[in-house]
C-alpha cells in the first residue's frame, strides 16, 4: 500500500507569482484535503475534493483552488502569491462516509520572497 | 476564534514515566477526536482517535480519555521513549469532514 506523497518537496517563489503543488492519494482512498501550516501552527484546512469537486473550504481567498483527478490524485493552485503565503502545504486522503484517520504526506515547503 | 487549543506549547518528560498532553475545545458538535505526531520534516502521522460516543480508548502504550462535559481530552503515553520525542497535535471533527487542529505540543523525553 503506497502512501500519499507530494511534489515538490521545496519551492522558492516571487511574490506575485503562481504556483502549483501536487499530490498522489494513498491507494484505496476517495477524498483529499489540503492544509497549510504556518510556522509554530497547526494545520489549518484550505478545501476538500471528493469525486473531483470541492466538497468544502476553509477561510482561505479564491486564489487558492485545486483540482482532484479521475485517479484521485490532486493539485493545489496559489495565484498571485504573497509573503504571508510561506508555509508548509499538506496533502491528506481518506475515505469519505467512514470516520477514519486522514493520511498526510510529508508536505511542500514554499517559501515567497 | 480558536475551537482546540494545546495550552501548553512543550513538555519535558524522563525515560519511562508518563506523558500527558492536553487539549480543550469549545465546539459541542465535535464528534470525532485524533492525536497526530509530528516529527520534522515529516508530514502528521495518525496516532490514535476517539469517537465522541466513548470517554476512553487505548493502543498499546497511547491511551485517549474524553471528558465531553468539559470539553477537554487528553493522551497519555506509558512507558514514554525517547523515539516519542516529537510535536503532537489534537485534532476535532465536526459536521464536515475537515479536521481542525490545535497549535501542539513539543514533547521532549530524555534518558
Known amino acids: 500500500e503506497t502512501g500519499v506523497t507530494q511534489s515538490p518537496t521545496h519551492l522558492i517563489k516571487t511574490r506575485g507569482q503562481q504556483v502549483t503543488l501536487r499530490c498522489s492519494s494513498q491507494?484505496?482512498?476517495?477524498?483529499v484535503s489540503w492544509y497549510q501550516q504556518a510556522l509554530g501552527q497547526g494545520p489549518q484546512f484550505i478545501f476538500q475534493?471528493?469525486?473531483?469537486?470541492?466538497?468544502g473550504r476553509g477561510n482561505f481567498p479564491p486564489r487558492f483552488s485545486g483540482l482532484q483527478f479521475p485517479n484521485y490524485s490532486s493539485e493545489l493552485n496559489v495565484n498571485a502569491l504573497e509573503l504571508d503565503d510561506s508555509a508548509l502545504y499538506l496533502c491528506?486522503?481518506?475515505?469519505?462516509?467512514?470516520?477514519?484517520?486522514?493520511?498526510f504526506g510529508n508536505g511542500t515547503r514554499l517559501t515567497v520572497t | 476564534d480558536q475551537q482546540v487549543k494545546q495550552n501548553s506549547p512543550s513538555l519535558s518528560v524522563q525515560e519511562g514515566r508518563i506523558s500527558i498532553l492536553n487539549c480543550d475545545y469549545t465546539?459541542?458538535?465535535?464528534?470525532?477526536f485524533l492525536w497526530y505526531k509530528k516529527y520534522p520534516a515529516e508530514g502528521p502521522t495518525f496516532l490514535i482517535s476517539?469517537?465522541?460516543?466513548?470517554d476512553k480508548n487505548e493502543d498499546g502504550r497511547f491511551t485517549v480519555f474524553l471528558n465531553k462535559s468539559a470539553k477537554h481530552l487528553s493522551l497519555h503515553i506509558v512507558p514514554s521513549q525517547p523515539g516519542d520525542s516529537a510535536v503532537y497535535f489534537c485534532?476535532?471533527?465536526?459536521?464536515?469532514?475537515?479536521?481542525?487542529f490545535g497549535t501542539g505540543t513539543r514533547l521532549q523525553v530524555f534518558p
Open positions: 491528506a486522503s481518506s475515505l469519505k462516509g467512514v470516520a477514519s484517520p486522514l493520511h
Open positions: 491507494s484505496g482512498h476517495n477524498t
Open positions: 475534493y471528493y469525486r473531483e469537486e470541492e466538497n
Open positions: 465546539n459541542s458538535m465535535f464528534d470525532y
Open positions: 476517539i469517537s465522541s460516543i466513548k
Open positions: 485534532a476535532a471533527r465536526g459536521d464536515t469532514d475537515k479536521l481542525i
